[in-house]
């Protein structure tokens, strides 16, 4: 089983940046792609990043330009970079990692608990 722990959110004013992270960790897997959604108040669950195995990467229109992800993939860990933050980014971000197990070659899906995320006005 792969456990992702997420980290680096809090309260910005408008047109701050931070910078999250996701930590995948477990044994016997190995990571393919990483992404990041955000889950503001009564709203659907929304693609925003994502960066395969390859290093190519995909993006939200809503934040191309102001986010990057990236990844390193000797700590298994994926990165946003958010910057010019408006407070329509407000909300829940969370990492999303697919996996293989190595012994099975099952494809594993994993969700992280969510980081909180605030800009303020």
């Known amino acids: 089983q792969v456990q992702l722990v997420e980290s680096g959110g809090g309260l910005v004013q408008a047109g701050g940046s931070l910078r999250l992270s996701c930590a995948a960790s477990g044994s016997g897997f190995r990571v393919n792609a990483m992404r990041w959604y955000r889950q503001a108040p009564g709203k659907q669950r929304d693609f925003i990043a994502g960066i395969a195995s390859s290093n190519s990467t995909t993006y939200a229109d809503s934040v191309k330009g102001r986010f990057t992800i990236s990844r390193d993939n000797s700590k298994n860990t994926v990165f946003l970079q958010m910057n010019s933050l408006k407070p329509e980014d407000t909300g829940v971000y969370l990492c999303?990692?697919?996996?293989?197990?190595?012994?099975?070659?099952?494809?594993?899906?994993?969700w992280g608990q969510g980081t909180q995320v605030t800009v303020s006005s």
């Open positions: 999303n990692v697919d996996s293989i197990q190595i012994r099975t070659s099952f494809l594993l899906r994993s």
